[in-house]
């Protein structure tokens, strides 16, 4: 996995272009924190790599829900209990 800032991208374009599908995935910082990812699209494999990626999100996204519920002891609430945290949430928006 290679880093790439983001004054790489503005200074030497064609060099990271270049690079993209011998490397297969770049990771774009500023100021040396990860902001973004760069992999190579096709036209012909285009929704099946958006639908990969967003499908890995929402994994990840669940995922962070659940240890958040287990750390904040709310992993073994009733079927109740969570239609009413639900309706309460709803009801506040």
């Known amino acids: 996995m290679k880093f790439v800032t983001v004054r790489d991208i503005r200074t030497t374009p064609a060099k990271i272009w270049k690079s993209l599908p011998e490397e297969q995935e770049l990771i774009l910082t500023n100021n040396g924190k990860p902001i973004a990812l760069i992999t ?5 494999d285009l929704e099946q790599t958006l639908t ?29 209990e969570i239609e009413a945290e639900i309706s309460n949430t709803r009801k506040s928006r």
């Open 40 to 44: 190579p699209l096709g036209e012909n």
């Open 52 to 80: 990969a990626v967003r499908t890995a999100r929402a994994q990840s996204a669940i995922q962070q829900m659940q240890l958040s519920s287990i750390r904040n002891n709310l992993s073994q609430l009733s079927i109740e």
